[in-house]
């Protein structure tokens, strides 16, 4: 299986400030086909996970701009331009590159 | 609107069976994936296997091969997962979730707390 690490695994961010998510994964997810099948998801408090990026560094529908991602082959980070109270949650990476498809720990984000 | 709605929370005893259901609407259920994912209390997500409605074809992860059957049924736009002999172990929250752009559509969830 493709082992998805996150790092940090919390941070605590005072509004108005960047944040950045890290996450590796053990094999390239980077497909024949030109994609890299690499997704963020943010889990609020009390609901269900929800998309933010989709393949490596596309933005979701309705997902504000602040959010961005970006990397390579394994090496991928999640940027939060300018944080606000509303991001608070557990982020997750998770691979499609390959079966079975696998998240990260996830990354507890609190506001300062 | 395009949506995932599953059944609710269960509570059942260590051995017994249950199936739970994940109900597409808004889109054409047959085309897209749904996939099962798994959350323990206080863990992270863990994902389980998917099933393309359209012809039933799965795939599991290894770590829930046999202990787990995804099915789904077209006719009613279903999707199920169902254990035949539950343990504690099995406690958790169980989504279901589309595969479009990626895990695009989530259900709210079904809490399943299995306890004798």
């Known amino acids: 299986d493709i082992v998805m690490t996150q790092t940090p695994l919390s941070l605590s961010v005072t509004p108005g400030q960047p944040a950045s998510i890290s996450c590796k994964s053990t094999e390239s997810l980077l497909h024949s086909d030109g994609r890299t099948y690499l997704y963020w998801f943010l889990q609020k408090p009390g609901q269900s996970p929800h998309l933010l990026i989709y393949?490596?560094?596309s933005r979701f529908p309705g997902v504000p701009e602040r959010f961005s991602a970006s990397g390579s082959e394994t090496d991928f980070t999640l940027r939060i331009s300018r944080v606000e109270a509303e991001d608070i949650g557990i982020y997750y990476c998770?691979?499609?590159?390959?079966?079975?498809?696998?998240f990260g720990q996830g990354t507890k984000l609190d506001i300062k | 609107e395009v949506q995932l709605v599953q059944s609710g929370v269960e509570v059942k005893k260590p051995g017994e069976s249950l199936k739970i259901s994940c109900q597409g609407s808004?889109?054409?259920?047959?085309?897209?994936?749904i996939a099962w994912v798994r959350q323990m209390p206080g863990g992270g997500l863990e994902w389980m296997g998917i099933i393309f409605p359209g012809d039933s074809t799965t795939k599991y992860s290894p770590s829930f091969q046999g202990q787990v059957t995804i099915s789904a049924d077209k006719s009613i736009n279903a999707a199920y997962l169902q254990w035949t002999s539950l343990k504690a172990s099995d406690s958790a929250t169980y989504y279901c979730?589309?595969?479009?752009?990626?895990?695009?559509?989530w259900g709210q969830g079904t809490a399943v707390n299995v306890s004798s």
């Open positions: 808004g889109y054409s259920f047959t085309t897209y994936w």
């Open positions: 979730a589309r595969y479009g752009r990626g895990m695009d559509v």
């Open positions: 393949e490596l560094s």
């Open positions: 998770m691979q499609s590159r390959q079966l079975p498809y696998t």
